[in-house]
């Protein structure tokens, strides 16, 4: 456990319906990450904050995604009108800069679009 | 972030060391060179990283070459948990991202 944390662990929804994931990083971690990973691939960059700033949007994060993290702590990831090829694992990150600056995971939310 | 080549899947004996190697052959002076495994199912968990000395922690030593064109992950005495993929990264400190590529798949025979 590293002390990042993801809710739900599962999301099913159906093609269409709007989803929302939380990500708790680890506590005074000042930078959050997310990152999507399909299966057979590595994890993609999707965007990141430091503190409550979104910083860097990947072109991976279409207009139908939406990320915030509006206090600097906990991040949530919304998909409007999902659609089957945004079934994937969703992974959040946290990391402390500068001062060690490695990027400590949760264990994703996987979503499935039906 | 320079790229790096990993050998797609590995095999290894419970209980004899796994070395695993990876090529980094256009690193930066200023980049650094993690390693991360992901077990089946779970996120991404850190191992080590480091800048051009050997580094060595409670989970793996890391080894990197003189030039910093390649290094080697080392599980001392792999277990069966060890079995998952192993991704070689090589960022700047700071750097707002990893860039993942497809790693190793390890797999630690009984």
């Known amino acids: 456990d590293t002390g990042v944390s993801q809710n739900p662990r599962h999301k099913i929804t159906k093609r269409g319906q709007n989803v929302t994931f939380r990500c708790d990083p680890i506590?005074?971690?000042?930078?959050l990450y997310w990152y999507r990973q399909t299966l057979g691939q590595g994890p993609e960059f999707l965007t990141y904050?430091?503190?409550?700033?979104?910083?860097?949007k990947s072109r991976l994060l279409s207009d139908r995604f939406s990320a915030e993290r509006p206090k600097g702590s906990f991040s949530t990831l919304e998909i409007q009108r999902t659609e089957q090829g945004d079934s994937a694992m969703y992974l959040c990150?946290?990391?402390?800069?500068?001062?060690?600056?490695?990027?400590?995971f949760g264990p994703g939310t996987r979503l499935t679009v039906l | 972030d320079a790229k790096t080549t990993q050998p797609p899947s590995m095999d290894c004996a419970e209980g004899r060391a796994a070395n695993l190697p990876c090529n980094h052959s256009?690193?930066?002076?200023?980049?650094?060179v993690y390693w991360y495994r992901q077990i089946h199912s779970q996120g991404p968990q850190y191992i080590i990283h480091?800048?051009?000395n050997n580094e060595t922690n409670e989970m793996a030593s890391l080894i990197i070459t003189e030039d910093r064109k390649s290094s080697t992950l080392i599980l001392p005495h792999a277990t069966l948990r060890d079995t998952a993929v192993y991704y070689c990264?090589?960022?700047?400190?700071?750097?707002?991202?990893?860039?993942f590529g497809q790693g190793t798949r390890l797999t630690i025979n009984p």
């Open positions: 990150a946290s990391s402390l800069v500068p001062l060690t600056d490695t990027q400590y």
């Open positions: 506590s005074e971690h000042n930078r």
């Open positions: 904050f430091q503190n409550e700033a979104q910083l860097e």
């Open positions: 256009t690193i930066s002076g200023n980049e650094y």
């Open positions: 480091g800048l051009k």
């Open positions: 990264i090589v960022r700047v400190q700071g750097a707002q991202k990893l860039v």
